[in-house]
């Protein structure tokens, strides 16, 4: 099992500036993605976040808008970049271990852009 | 392309009913299936895992179900509680990935 930790859990930002979302997992894993939930609606993954190497992006998610790092296998940083209210969304960070297990997921972050 | 459909509408039902949850996907060939509650302002938690070679699963009053020739998973709730009242995710997942593509959930509210 693992314990996801992310900070903050919510922020109103004024559009334009950038927010970063921190995910810190309490045990190393392979496998860290980052989803986006959109009010009323289903979780859509944005990217897999690759340690030592960029992310793989889903398809409609680019670097330039969702850049995210990965320095070690506990940690993942999730930038949202040049805010507009229609990136007010829950962020969430999820984990997965090799295998038929299930997946973890961090408290989320929400977001509001004003 | 991959579609994953649930239920879009809410599910109202009596307590102590059973609930019943569809989850059909097209264009996928997924080894694994998995169920997720998700109660408002939290993350998803995981419920039940169906593989593809399994017709049934249990786990206390839940059950789900994986048929992959309709391409269709039912997940059952018997004896329905108040506290069941959440919204309910499918994802199935190829053998070779790791990531999880949801549906678009279902909501359950189970009235006193």
């Known amino acids: 099992s693992a314990v996801i930790s992310q900070k903050p859990s919510r922020d109103i930002c004024q559009r334009g500036t950038s927010l970063t979302i921190q995910c810190q997992v309490d045990?190393?894993?392979?496998?860290m993605f980052w989803y986006r939930q959109q009010p009323g609606q289903s979780l859509t993954l944005i990217a897999t976040?690759?340690?030592?190497?960029?992310?793989?992006?889903e398809s409609g998610f680019v670097i330039d808008k969702f850049p995210i790092s990965r320095p070690n296998l506990t940690f993942s940083t999730l930038t949202v970049s040049n805010m507009s209210p229609e990136d007010s969304s829950i962020y969430l960070c999820?984990?997965?271990?090799?295998?038929?297990?299930?997946?973890?997921f961090g408290q989320g972050t929400r977001l509001t852009v004003v | 392309s991959q579609k994953i459909e649930q239920n879009s509408e809410a599910l109202n039902i009596q307590e102590g009913k059973t609930a019943t949850l569809t989850c059909n996907y097209t264009?996928?060939?997924?080894?694994?299936l998995q169920w997720y509650r998700q109660d408002p302002g939290r993350g998803p938690v995981f419920l039940l895992l169906?593989?593809?070679?399994?017709k049934e699963k249990r786990k206390e009053r839940l059950k789900v179900t994986f048929d992959t020739t309709l391409k269709q998973s039912l997940f059952h709730i018997t004896a329905s509680q108040p506290a069941d009242s959440a919204t309910y995710l499918c994802a199935p997942r190829a053998d070779s990935s790791y990531k999880l593509i949801f549906g678009s959930g279902t909501r359950l509210l189970v009235r006193p």
């Open positions: 169906i593989r593809e070679n399994e």
């Open positions: 999820s984990v997965a271990f090799p295998g038929d297990t299930e997946a973890f």
């Open positions: 045990s190393q894993v392979t496998m």
């Open positions: 264009n996928y060939s997924p080894a694994y």
């Open positions: 976040a690759n340690q030592g190497s960029e992310a793989t992006y």
